[in-house]
């Protein structure tokens, strides 16, 4: 083995390593994520049960499009997507 060769394979395996490692970091923010649209979920919940009993509608437009608005101002465009998909999920189809 040359002294290249065994530059590369070190350089292969530093490369293999970072990407594990950052993989993983990547699994462990997805997984805070899901936790943290769960709890969205819940809360969410919570909102349209009581604005329901007290005689209101279950959605209120008003407040999503501030929502797809907060998201698209930190996101850029693929962020109103992903606001979309979140009112989805805590609030069902309309």
């Known amino acids: 083995m040359t002294t290249t060769d065994t530059t590369d394979a070190a ?3 530093t490369s293999t390593d970072v990407i594990a ?3 993983a970091r990547i699994d ?4 805070r994520i ?14 349209q049960e009581t604005r ?3 005689g ?3 959605v209120n437009l008003s407040r999503e499009m501030e929502i797809l ?3 698209r101002d930190a996101l850029g465009k693929p962020g109103t997507s992903l606001a979309m998909t ?7 189809r309309i």
């Open 28 to 31: 462990a923010l997805d997984d």
């Open 69 to 71: 608005s907060h998201y």
């Open 86 to 92: 979140l009112l989805e999920l805590c609030r069902g």
């Open 56 to 58: 209101g509608r279950r």
């Open 34 to 47: 899901i936790g943290l649209v769960q709890e969205r979920m819940a809360v969410s919940a919570v909102v």
């Open 21 to 23: 490692d950052a993989r």
């Open 52 to 54: 329901i009993s007290s």
């Open 11 to 13: 350089a292969t395996s």
